[in-house]
C-alpha cells in the first residue's frame, strides 16, 4: 500500500516539476557582522563540477579583510577555507586549474604593486609573487587554460601577458600603441579585442600588434568606461556595457560598427556580461539563448551578479554576503521540447530509455537529487542510461541539448 501510495504521489508530481521550480536558491550567506561595512563577493570559479571557489572582501579602506570560500558539492553548500587581511583586496580574479592548485591576481593600485597570490592545498596556504616590471593592472581573462593580462608597465609603456601555466612562466609584448584596455576579450591564441575608453582594438598576432575598429561616438561624455567586452567565437558578434549613452551597444561585424541592443533601454546598472555557447546572461536580470537576438527578464535578479555558469541555464550568483544558485530552465522550456524527449521506464530498475527526435543532439544529462546535488553525469551512449548503481528514491534528470534544455522526474525502485 505504501508503494501505490508513492507512485501515485509521484506521477502526480511530475506535471508541476517544471512549473514548480524555483529560479533562486539561496545556498549560502556569509556572516554579516557589521553591516555598514561594505561586502562584496567578486570572483567565483569552478575548476570541476563539484569544487569551487568564491574570493570576497569586507571592510574599510584602511581596515580590508579578504576571505575564500570553499564549495565540494557543486555549489549547494559553501565554507569558509581562509580568512586573512594580508590577501589582495582590489580588482582581483581567482582561478584554480584543479581543485588544489589556483591563483588570485591582485590589480595593484595608488598605494599597492600587482601581486599574484599562488596555494597548492585547496586554498589553506598561500606564497606571494611581484610581477616584475608591471605597475599596475588594467584587466585579466581566464580562456580554459590560457590567462590573458594587460598591463601598465615600466616607462608608462603598456604590456601584454600569456601565460598557459597558471603564471609560472609568461610571455610579454609590449603594445606598440599607447593605449589603455579597461577590458579585453580573446577568442584564441592570436585574436583578441581590446577595449579603450572611446575605440575597440584588435589584434591578430597575439597582441604584438593592434588596429583601431569602431569609436563610440556619445555627445555626452569625453570618456567612455567600458564595465564588460564579449564576442562570439568566431569574433563577429560582440556586446559591450559600459558608461555610454546608450549604455548597452552590439555590433555584428566584428567590431567596426556598434549600435543599441533591444535591451539598451533597460539595462542601466548592468556590470556583467557572461556566455556560455549562444547563451549570454547580462548581470542576473536578463539572459539569452540566442546570442542576443532575443532576451528573457529574469524575475528578482536586479541585485544580483553572474559569477559562473555551469551551461546555458544555471550557474552561481551572488548579492552582497549571499551565494545563489541559478537555474532559468523553467523560463525557456517549451512544451515541445518536453514532448520531444521521451524516458521509459519510469519508475525504473535499472536502466532508463530515451527516445528523442534524430535533429536533436544532446549535449549532457545529469541526475540531480531533489535538493540540486548532481548525482550522477552521463557524457555518452544517452540512448540508455544507467541507475542500477543508485539508491532508491526520486530524482530530476536534466537534458541539455542544442535546442535548449528539459528535466525529466524519475522514480528509481
Known amino acids: 500500500m505504501k508503494l501505490l501510495h508513492k507512485l501515485m504521489f509521484f506521477c502526480l508530481s511530475l506535471t508541476f516539476q517544471v512549473q514548480g521550480q524555483n529560479i533562486w536558491a539561496e545556498v549560502y550567506e556569509y556572516p554579516f557582522e557589521n553591516t555598514d561595512e561594505p561586502l562584496h563577493l567578486i570572483s567565483v570559479h ?62 595593484g593600485g595608488v598605494n599597492s604593486t600587482p601581486k599574484i597570490y599562488r596555494t597548492s592545498d585547496g586554498g589553506i596556504n598561500w606564497e606571494t609573487e611581484q610581477i616584475t616590471g608591471v605597475e599596475s593592472i588594467y584587466d585579466v581573462m581566464f580562456r580554459g587554460n590560457t590567462i590573458h593580462l594587460f598591463a601598465k608597465i ?43 575608453y572611446l575605440t575597440v582594438y584588435k589584434t591578430l598576432d597575439g597582441g604584438e600588434s593592434w588596429f583601431p575598429l569602431g569609436n563610440f561616438n556619445n555627445p555626452y561624455s569625453t570618456m567612455e568606461v567600458p564595465f564588460s567586452l564579449l564576442f562570439s567565437d568566431n569574433g563577429q558578434i560582440g556586446f559591450s556595457v559600459g558608461t555610454y549613452n546608450p549604455q548597452f551597444l552590439k555590433t555584428t561585424d566584428g567590431g567596426a560598427t556598434w549600435s543599441p541592443t533591444s535591451l539598451d533601454a533597460m539595462s542601466s546598472n548592468i556590470g556583467i556580461l557572461k556566455k556560455y555557447n549562444s547563451a549570454i546572461y547580462a548581470d542576473a536580470r536578463y539572459f539569452s539563448l540566442d546570442f ?32 545563489y544558485k541559478m537555474d532559468t530552465s523553467s523560463l525557456s522550456v517549451g ?16 536502466k532508463i530509455n530515451l527516445e528523442y527526435d534524430n535533429n536533436l543532439n544532446i549535449q549532457k544529462i545529469q541526475l540531480l537529487d531533489l535538493s540540486g546535488k548532481v548525482i550522477k553525469s552521463y557524457k555518452k551512449d544517452y540512448n540508455s542510461l544507467d541507475v542500477s548503481d543508485i539508491h532508491n528514491g526520486e530524482y530530476i534528470l536534466n537534458i541539455i541539448t542544442n535546442k535548449g534544455k528539459t528535466t525529466k522526474k524519475i522514480l528509481k525502485l
Open 335 to 350: 512544451s515541445a521540447l518536453d514532448k520531444t524527449v521521451k524516458i521509459y521506464p519510469n519508475p525504473a530498475h535499472e
Open 154 to 196: 615600466e616607462n608608462n609603456q603598456s604590456g601584454f601577458f600569456t601565460s598557459t601555466d597558471s603564471f609560472t612562466s609568461w610571455g610579454l609584448t609590449v603594445c606598440p600603441i599607447n593605449v589603455q584596455f579597461p577590458q579585453i576579450y580573446f577568442i584564441s591564441d592570436d585574436v583578441g579585442f581590446g577595449h579603450s
Open 46 to 107: 569552478f575548476p570541476t563540477d563539484e569544487v569551487g571557489y568564491c574570493i570576497g572582501t569586507k571592510g574599510f579602506m584602511n581596515n580590508i579583510t579578504s576571505f575564500l570560500l570553499k564549495t565540494t558539492d557543486g555549489g549547494n553548500s559553501w565554507s569558509v577555507v581562509n580568512e586573512s587581511s594580508n590577501h589582495p583586496v582590489y580588482g582581483f580574479n581567482i582561478y584554480f586549474s584543479d581543485s588544489q592548485n589556483g591563483i588570485i591576481i591582485n590589480y
Open 292 to 323: 542576443g537576438e532575443n532576451w528573457t527578464s529574469i524575475e528578482n535578479g536586479n541585485n544580483k551578479q553572474i559569477q559562473f555558469l555551469f551551461d546555458e541555464y544555471t550557474g552561481i550568483a551572488t548579492e552582497q554576503n549571499k551565494i
